[in-house]
């Protein structure tokens, strides 16, 4: 299900839309700061995957018990 997604919004666009939304987001954001947009986005994604993935490790283990004093 997961798969369907990316083909969803690849028929969306075709090549002349993709162009103009990458000249909107040019002019919004600057050539200078793109590169710096798409790190932060790549550093983001990985985080995310990152915290997806221990946290189902989470789940496989037994709750640890607090004692109250």
Do not use: C, H
């Not at 299900?1 to 969306?12: D, H, K, L, R």
């Not at 990985?46 to 283990?61: A, P, R, S, W």
């Amino acid at each position: 299900m997961m798969t369907e997604y990316p083909v969803v919004i690849a028929s969306w666009f075709s090549g002349p839309q993709l162009l103009i939304v990458l000249g909107i987001v040019m002019l919004l954001f600057g050539a200078n700061r793109l590169p710096e947009l798409m790190r932060s986005l790549g550093r983001s994604v990985t985080e995310f995957k990152k915290g997806v993935t221990e946290g189902g490790k989470d789940d496989d283990e037994e709750p640890k018990k607090v004692e109250n004093p």
